[in-house]
């Protein structure tokens, strides 16, 4: 089904929340005494990247969920008066510019704490006090998803279906088989979007055995969700992993009549919470960033 640009809803959009609170063991010791979000792809820290994400499809309100030992981040986003006052002192504006635009203009950015791991599911709970009864996205911050130069980002593609299905969306990937035990698995009744194209989810599970998985479209951490969600997670009892979890609460969504989507994503993923998604991100980012590109270019020729 093609997503049309005629709006069919015209609600606000404009709250995302970004889960932070994990431990980061998938990179450790890199994530030891610093948060895996803040871990560099080229010059700018995971967070920032995903951050720009939001704010280039219209976001204006961040929520970070977030836990202790974890400031680094909110400290990112942060005025650094000291560094300003001395990079202003030496004349160095082009850094100073970069250090005063980490936080795009326009945007709030707050945060919350989980204080206990109890699942995806329950960190978007956590961000229930700030979100109210709006409609809201969550990105999940691992996954670094790079815009193709002069297109649209994928989520800024969701945010265009979800006001011309009126409509909650949810990004998803085909993966191969074998994989589906690491992901939410979404039904489209035997269908499967093109990409940049959406369907009628008819219900999803949360990390199947290959052999009861509905298809092998992943869920790939970008939602776009309504406010019903927040309720239903109230009572979504732990599932998966023993956590409480956001398909849980999605597929329970669906099951009392709410309308989902899928949307398949153009671009690629890279998951930036393991070493070799982490490695990737920064090759790819390097070879688009106008400092980096030639003499990365060269290196690989070399190497290869
Ligand atoms: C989470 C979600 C899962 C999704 C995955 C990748 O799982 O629960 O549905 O497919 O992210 O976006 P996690 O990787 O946190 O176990």
Redesign the pocket.
């Known amino acids: 089904m093609q997503s049309s640009s005629s709006s069919v809803n015209s609600k606000p959009l404009r709250k995302v929340i970004i889960p932070v609170a994990g431990l980061g063991t998938r990179v450790l010791p890199a994530s030891k005494a610093i948060p895996k979000e803040m871990l560099p792809v080229v010059d700018k820290p995971v967070i920032q990247h995903v951050v720009e994400e939001a704010a280039a499809a219209g976001f204006t309100d961040i929520i970070l969920v977030s836990r202790s030992g974890k400031s680094a981040i909110e400290d990112h986003f942060d005025v650094h008066y000291e560094l300003e006052a001395e990079l202003a002192r030496k004349n160095k504006d082009a850094i100073l510019a970069s250090v005063q635009s980490t936080l795009p203009a326009g945007v709030n950015i707050s945060s919350v704490r989980q204080a206990k791991a109890l699942g ?1 599911g329950h960190a978007v709970l956590c961000a229930a006090p700030l979100i109210g009864d709006e409609d809201f996205a969550v990105i ?1 911050p691992d ?1 670094l998803i790079p815009t193709p130069a002069k297109q649209e980002s994928d989520l800024s593609q969701m945010v265009a279906a979800y006001k011309a299905h009126g409509c909650g969306q949810i990004m998803v990937e085909a993966v191969p088989e074998d994989k589906v035990e ?3 698995i979404v039904d489209c009744n035997g269908e499967s979007p093109a990409a940049g194209e959406c369907a009628d989810i008819i219900g999803m599970v ?1 990390k199947p055995k290959p052999a009861d998985a509905p298809s092998n479209l ?4 970008r939602y776009i969700l309504p406010a019903r969600v927040m309720e239903l997670l109230v009572d979504t009892q732990p599932g998966a992993g023993n956590e409480i ?3 849980d609460a999605m597929a329970n969504l669906i099951a009392e009549g709410g309308k989902l989507m899928a949307y398949t994503m153009c671009s690629k993923s890279y998951d930036c919470g393991n070493k070799a998604g982490f490695l990737e991100a920064n090759i790819v980012y390097g070879l688009e960033h106008p400092e980096t590109k030639d003499s990365l270019r060269a290196l690989l020729a070399n190497i290869i």
Do not use: A, V
């Open positions: 995806l999940l996954m690491r992901y939410g949360e992943s869920i790939n951490g979890q956001l398909t």
